[in-house]
């Protein structure tokens, strides 16, 4: 129950209905607040409880520094969890074992429940296996089907068991669309004492691009699956009151200029302006000629530029999309009162106290693509191909190769580095974007009637975000033309963006594998990051969707699409970049009578129900899961074995060896598992070993339940380096429980410490553990053994997943490194001064390494920033510490 302290409860009256709203006027300074602390504010008004939440705490927010740094906790309640297969599995997984832990511990099991609203889209397990044809997505799914329906068949259970969860079944759209689209309340209402208080829509997701929510004005952001089950327990996030990044948009974009374009620019400016941990707030006389689809796409980069957030306030272009998107028109009428009362509603003119300010003339905004590893890396379209002639030779030992190629359809030509491979209109960051979309359709319609056809080698397909998209294809005439172009619809899923681009032309992967070439991938997603998009590409590149269509007619990179022949048509005429190329008038005019509210109101009508197969699974029932100790896709997490009903003190850490000493910029993708899984890596083998084919052994995202395939998959991703096995690329190290410390895999090397009773460090780089909110990096890393990490600098939410987990997160000194101390990885650490944190949260531990030369020793800094991520640490991790307060109350 609220103190209430501020007397801050009152009444809103909004077409008819009364509902209690919490004012956040009522706070001294509240006024100048950025939007999003504003949203902060109420949350902290509306759940003060005198204890974790106190009078003190909201009066030093109304009261926020803007220019200092972070110092300020506070307790962020979550309105809603939102979650994806990949991520979300693993969380019901642990929400299942926890119900049979807390039964152990004398504690209810039916008190393990969501006590926030959590819902998952299932949109992660589609993978390309067909395309090119009609019939792709009826057999891309019929596959999805055969090879997940364990992992349904158990989420149909946590359907019926857990309350406040409910699943988006296969092949409706990805999470981020379809949480703008129809999940996604803007202003949040619930019945409290037989009233309706609203307030802020917030949320907490397990993917990082939940931030793509930021455009529609809720807070919202990604957190490891790990948090997220905490926060649908209960818990709230933990968190520093932030830095908040002014960025004010003037101008309007000019023609040709697309959304992909505008989001690729504020990437680049805002990495280089170092965002990381801090909230972005866009403000000005420039938000009103934003669409909200471009809000949407600017949102959900904000982890390709490292900010927690990147949020739009509201304004009549969030009504007016709501309005589109089928919203009840009492709902859109209840978020513009209740942003007027709250002083929540943009005015272009005001200017509010930021932390730090950067500006945007969108009319200075050119056409780019991004790559071939980063999403940050921009390129102007008119230097691409001087980017990658320089770029190229870095990737391949065959730099003039010219490879003869003959497919199985008779068709034959000549493959070389640079050749577009994968051309994927993918990913909820654009095709959630109707205008980019529509300009993708209408380049292929233009190439169509030209008679061009995409290069065969080329593997071309189209993944879009909803259902609702190629509704307005079909009405706008552009499906037929997009399927003659090989873009033939292959699922509603997140598919090439998350590595489910399914194999490559049989013809054409033997030819890139034999002759080491530098092929290329050209996605419409935000991720491009090494070995993410597909074991034969090696150079990834982000660009709009009418661009995806361009170059894959064009069929390579090393091209000058500004002044270079794309194609010649059969009658011998040369077509460039500007015969294909729509307006911007082409595009709106297509937008405007092609799109209806009345398309999302009927496909979201029934959007939890899901189609025949998915009614047809077979649904386990009871209160507590039966486990099946065959299955290869669900299985019983043992983190809570042997739990106690109290903790043991956290001691030091003695006698460790070095598991992997890595460089800078090493993400989650490199430490999670994700993609294909291959025949010879520890997980491939253990499936084999399980009874489990080659051609079921699916990806390692669809088996995130399996932590038997997990943790033998944490640190093997392909283009891995690890600095203590020099000239290895992949999952491997040195196991120096044996004479000469013989390079193996990283998994079967854990499993000899683990039999030693040797404790484990990771050494790494500045960045560490940036991109998505991967559980697993954290997981695997913690059941390989792992007891600490060191690095120059974090990622913030990978951070944050580590002492979840319970792995203790360090830092090198200021401006000391693991090379520039001398560390070989070959030493014995120490690590003393960790026993302190049972007491209070250090600044510095020491460290000492030992490698029978010459001793290495620093302070390294301790890298717990509150004291709830303290509490978690001493409890073995967030989950233990939310079973154990479970089994007292």
């Given amino acids: ?95 299942a074992t926890m119900r049979e832990a807390v039964t152990d511990l ?88 037989g009233k309706k208080v609203a307030y802020p829509d917030t949320c907490v997701g397990t993917d990082s691009h939940t931030t793509m929510v930021n455009g529609l004005g809720v807070v919202g952001w990604g957190v490891g699956g790990i948090e997220a089950e905490a926060a649908m327990l209960g818990q709230p996030v933990s968190m520093l009151v932030p830095r908040v990044v002014g960025f004010k948009l003037s101008g309007e ?94 005015d272009p003119d005001r200017e509010p106290r930021y932390s730090e300010y950067m500006e945007l003339d969108l009319s200075t905004v050119k056409p780019s693509i991004a790559g071939p590893k980063r999403p940050q890396d921009r390129i102007l379209v008119s230097e691409a191909k001087e980017t990658f002639e320089k770029t190229v030779p870095d990737y391949t030992t065959n730099p003039g190769a010219a490879i003869p190629v003959s497919l199985a359809d008779g068709r034959s030509f000549e493959l070389r580095n640079g050749a577009v491979t994968v051309a994927a209109i993918t990913s909820c960051t654009n095709t959630s974007n109707p205008s980019v979309m529509i300009a993708a359709g209408l380049v292929a319609k233009k190439a169509h009637e030209l008679g061009l056809s995409p290069k065969p080698w080329v593997k071309t397909s189209l993944a879009p975000g909803s259902q609702v998209v190629t509704d307005y294809f079909e009405r706008a005439g552009l499906s037929e033309h997009l399927a ?94 500007a015969d294909l190329w729509p307006s911007t008038k082409e595009i709106e005019e297509i937008v405007g009578s092609s799109i209806s509210a009345e398309m999302y109101s009927e496909r979201y009508a029934d959007v939890f129900d899901g189609g025949p197969r998915w009614k047809e699974l077979e649904t386990p029932e009871g209160e507590t899961f039966s486990w099946d100790p065959a299955s290869t896709y669900v299985r019983k997490l043992p983190i809570f074995d042997g739990m106690k009903a109290e903790p043991d003190p956290v001691g030091d850490i003695t006698d460790a060896r070095v598991l992997l000493k890595l460089g800078d910029s090493v993400t989650t993708d490199h430490i999670s598992p994700a993609g294909n899984i291959k025949t010879d890596s520890p997980a491939g083998q253990w499936l084999a070993g399980n009874g489990v084919e080659r051609r079921d052994f699916n990806s390692y995202g669809s088996r995130r339940g399996n932590h038997e395939v997990m943790m033998r998959g944490t640190f093997a991703n392909i283009r891995l380096r690890n600095q203590l096995a020099p000239g290895t690329e992949g ?47 954290a997981k695997g890393t913690q059941l390989l053994g792992v007891k600490a990490v060191i690095t120059e600098s974090y990622e913030r939410i990978h951070r944050s997943n580590l002492i979840g987990m319970g792995v203790l ?47 290495v020793e620093f302070d390294a800094v301790v890298r717990i920033d509150t004291p709830g991520e303290r509490s978690y640490y001493l409890n073995g991790g967030i989950l233990q510490y939310v079973l154990r307060n479970m089994a007292r109350n």
């Fill in 1 to 95: 129950m609220s103190v209430n302290s501020f007397d801050a409860r009152r009444t809103l009256d909004v077409d008819g209905q009364s509902y209690e709203i919490y004012d956040v006027t009522k706070v001294d300074g509240s006024d100048s607040l950025p939007y999003s602390l504003k949203v902060l504010l109420e949350n902290l008004l509306r759940t003060e409880d005198g204890a974790n939440i106190t009078a003190e705490q909201i009066t030093d927010l109304g009261h926020w520094d803007a220019d200092a740094q972070p110092s300020k906790e506070i307790q962020f309640t979550p309105a809603r969890v939102i979650m994806q297969d990949f991520t979300g599995v693993p969380c019901i997984v642990d929400l």
């Fill in 106 to 193: 004398g504690g209810d099991p039916s008190k393990v429940n969501p006590l926030s609203p959590a819902e998952m889209v299932i949109d992660h397990s589609v993978i390309v296996e067909r395309f090119g044809t009609p019939e792709a997505f009826e057999q891309n799914k019929d596959i999805e089907y055969q090879r997940n329906r364990e992992r349904y068949q158990f989420l149909r259970w946590g359907q019926t068991a857990f309350e406040n969860f409910r699943v988006v079944p296969p092949g409706t759209g990805i999470v981020h669309q379809v949480n703008i689209e129809h999940l996604a309340r803007v202003t949040f209402v619930h019945d409290e004492d």
């Fill in 253 to 346: 974009l000019p023609d040709g200029v697309t959304a992909t374009d505008l989001v690729l620019t504020i990437t680049q400016m805002l990495r280089e302006h170092k965002v990381v941990g801090k909230f972005v707030e866009f403000y000005g006389p420039g938000v009103a000629a934003v669409p909200l689809a471009n809000r949407a796409t600017l949102g959900n980069m904000s982890p390709e530029y490292g900010s927690t957030i990147a949020v739009f306030p509201i304004d009549d272009v969030t009504l007016d999309y709501l309005r589109l998107t089928g919203r009840d028109e009492s709902q859109v009428k209840l978020v513009e009162a209740y942003a007027n009362a709250q002083g929540m509603w943009h």
């Fill in 484 to 577: 003659a172009m090989g873009f033939d619809l292959v699922g509603y899923g997140c598919t090439t963006c998350i590595g489910n681009t399914g194999p490559l032309i049989p013809e054409v992967s033997a030819a890139i594998n034999e002759n080491d070439l530098a092929v290329t991938a050209v996605l419409s997603g935000n991720r491009n990051f090494e070995g993410r998009i597909s074991p034969d590409v090696k150079m990834n590149y982000l660009a709009s969707p009418p661009l995806v269509v361009i170059y894959s007619i064009a069929g390579t990179m090393d091209i000058d699409l500004n002044n270079d022949v794309l194609a010649t048509t059969p009658d011998g005429r040369e077509v460039r970049l």
């Fill in 731 to 777: 999952g491997f190290t040195r196991d120096f429980t044996k004479v000469d410390g013989p390079v193996t895999t990283v998994y079967d090397a854990s499993v000899s410490y683990r039999e030693q009773g040797i404790p484990l460090v990771v050494l790494g780089g500045k960045e560490y553990g940036s991109g998505s909110s991967r559980d697993w990096a």
């Fill in 809 to 855: 997160p360090l830092q090198f000194p200021e401006g000391e490194s693991a090379d520039s101390l001398g560390l070989t990885g070959e030493e014995t650490f120490e690590i003393t001064g960790v026993d302190k944190i049972n007491e209070m949260i250090p600044e510095t531990v020491h460290v000492k390494a030992v490698n029978g030369e010459k001793d």
